[in-house]
């Protein structure tokens, strides 16, 4: 069974750092790109970034481009999303997505809840 | 990469269909045969309902269709049931390893 375990978010100060992690399991995660998507509470859903499998690809969405870094590590069947100088916008329900290659996201986990507030 | 436009809401009375658009670009929906359909409950994660544009996956009932045409993408829901009632969402590839998602629509059955 495909599992995906986000972890990492919370309360975080404007300009501040976070790091979010997702755990995969249940798929050979280095044959697989990966996502993180996003969602505001009560908005809809936005695209944050890309991965391919051996991190040759990358993507950024245009509102986090030089302030957020994907990442990934085959070896610990790892996802990875830095991100820095946050801001209140960015809070919203964080989805790692694992997709068949660099296209749309094909399984989702449950996501973790970044809250940017002072 | 501004958001697909889908329409805010569409229903259906039990057993009618619903079709619920996607309207993107030239650079993305027109572009690449690279649509995807999600549904999404209160709460709940979203859900793959259909892939480059018209395949479903295992598991997902063939009420559910999904089509092109230009730069508009279309999801049929037919022989609508209770369940069916949710948010749904399309997505599309947008070039240079970026990507894009619809505003959602919310479907009610009424």
């Known amino acids: 069974e495909v599992q995906l375990v986000e972890s990492g978010g919370g309360l975080v100060q404007p300009g501040r750092s976070l790091r979010l992690s997702c755990a995969a399991s249940g798929f050979t995660f280095d044959d697989y790109a990966m996502h993180w998507v996003r969602q505001a509470p009560g908005k809809g859903l936005e695209w944050v970034s890309g991965i391919s499998w051996n991190s040759g690809s990358i993507g950024y969405a245009d509102s986090v481009k030089g302030r957020f870094t994907i990442s990934r590590d085959n070896a610990k069947n790892s996802l990875y999303l830095q991100m820095n100088s946050l801001r209140a916008e960015d809070t919203a329900l964080y989805y790692c997505a694992k997709a068949a290659t660099m296209t749309p996201p094909d399984y989702w986990g449950q996501g973790t809840l970044v809250t940017v507030s002072s | 990469q501004s958001a697909l436009t889908q329409p805010p809401s569409a229903s259906g009375s039990p057993g009618q269909s619903v079709t619920i658009s996607c309207t993107g670009t030239?650079?993305?929906?027109?572009?690449?045969?690279?649509v995807s359909w999600y549904q999404q409950h209160p709460g709940k994660a979203p859900k793959l309902m259909i892939y480059e544009v018209s395949k479903r996956p295992s598991g997902v009932p063939d009420r559910f269709s999904g089509s092109k045409s230009g730069n508009t993408a279309s999801l049929t829901v037919s022989g609508l049931q209770a369940e069916d009632e949710a948010d749904y969402y399309c997505?599309?590839?947008?070039?240079?390893?970026?990507?894009?998602f619809g505003t959602g629509t919310k479907v009610t059955v009424l």
């Open positions: 997505s599309s590839y947008a070039g240079s390893n970026n990507f894009v």
């Open positions: 030239s650079s993305d929906v027109g572009g690449y045969n690279y």
